[in-house]
């Protein structure tokens, strides 16, 4: 029974040593290359008595900071990415929370890194590989882990404004994957094309896969998702057949007509997910790649990723919902009402999730861990987590599990409950709107929307009007020439409440 997610490598490297495993167009690493570069980086972490702690991997995004990922769990001890891409303030705040003795630098990043008082040990990660390998020492520290040590802390944004780490183990990353790759139907000849920064959960959905089957990911470059025909030629140079984006990132290809003059032939899976999937835009996907599979894939980082799908099976029309389906094997859904109880079908309630892919909590965040992961409210007879996502959904008559709002999207408004995101999707069925986003003015009780399309805010205003009751109608309306995103592709709401602050 596996118990390690390098397990998965030592198979591979045994059936295709020398296949491309990770690539970002112009470096590469094979797969006997990636072996060596983890088994140097295990070595040396043992030699500087570094074990079972947090490691910092601070690198611009590229084949070696998977590498650096691999080796520090080869080291026994689990790895902690960041990126120049972040706020100083935010990695300010990972180091003072992890307190690590160890930070793994490129040449990009070194520099970076010198900005921020960190008393530990800075390396450059091509140092590291000049370590000779001592087999007896990773083999003695492969042979004492358990499934329930932690590989990796990925910080996500806190509701008080600071990041919180979340711990994934071994025993929740192997279900996943596990799970996941049975859904997409990952094989050796899949060639995955990475979108997201690697110091996100989503990219897990490429990287170990990879390592079990032996497949390839591209990891692609960051700009060629400003430039939507350039990144189709890039799908199209590198034959990717498989992309697990987030919508944003999808959207960007279709609503700025890049398939008039590109189209990504190669493409045979298009999982998705993050947000809601605008119809408009799905069905010109749909109609570029008839033979495609679309998998509409939810989840959250505490869950180790995504937990539910839905193969698109059905035709949807304006206004429908694709659904997210239902939860992958060995792990349940639950739909609770605030009291706890299982909400009737039909009924909207909190998406909870229970099974062996929830992480391990938050990293020294014992509170927020308590409040988040709690005892199953259906069981009082025995020590059993269930997270709670603060996500809203319902099962649809064909017991399909659909997305409402995040319960921070439902706000009080006038007297009446009000799902933001059901704003947006009003606003996104607009032939002229490429991409909205609505956020909530608490202090003056006003409904804020932003998008990017070629309507007036005047002609905006007089749609919705006709569209929404007068209630749910924002009370201000702005146009922007380019919508703002987290680094992740998703939609940036914080992004938009300051921008709403500072008057813009």
Known sequence: MQNHVLDYMWETVKRVP?????????????????????????????????????????????????????????????????????????????????????????????????????????????????????????????????????????????????PKGVVACHRSVIDYIEQLTDVLRIDEDTVFGNQTPLYVDACLKELYPTLKFGATTYLIPKELFMFPVKLVSFLNEHKINTVCWVVSALVMISAFGAFKTAVPKFLRLVAFGSE???????????????????INLYGPTEGTGMCCHYEVDRTFEEGDVIPIGRPFKNTEILLLSEKGERVKEGEVGEICIRGTSLTLGYYNNPEKTAECFVQNPLNHFYPELIYKTGDLGRLNKRGELEFVSRKDYQIKHMGHRIELGEIEANVNLMDEVKMSGCIYDDARGRIVLYYVGDITEKDMALSLKEKLPRYMVPNSINRLEKMLLTDNGKLDRNGLKKLYREGK
């Open 18 to 162: 020398d296949k491309i495993a990770f690539s970002n167009g112009t470096d590469s690493l094979t797969f006997r290359e990636v072996e060596e570069h983890t088994r140097k980086i295990g070595s040396f972490l043992h030699k500087k008595n570094i074990y079972k702690e947090p490691v910092i991997i601070f690198m611009n995004k590229h084949p070696k900071m998977i590498t650096a990922f691999f080796g520090t769990i080869m080291g026994g001890n689990y790895y902690v990415p960041i990126d120049a891409e972040m706020p100083e303030v935010r990695i300010k705040l990972i180091l003072e929370n992890v307190k690590p003795r160890l930070m793994i630098c490129d040449e990009a990043s070194v520099s970076a890194a010198s900005k921020f008082s960190f008393d530990g040990e800075v390396i450059l990660y091509d140092d590291l590989l000049n370590t000779e390998i001592d087999e007896d020492a990773l083999t003695n520290i492969h042979d004492l882990a358990i499934d329930t040590d932690p590989i990796y802390i990925v910080f996500t944004s806190g509701s008080t404004g600071i």
């Open 276 to 294: 809601a999937f605008p119809i408009k835009q799905f069905k010109i996907w749909r109609e570029v790649l008839p033979d495609a599979r679309f």
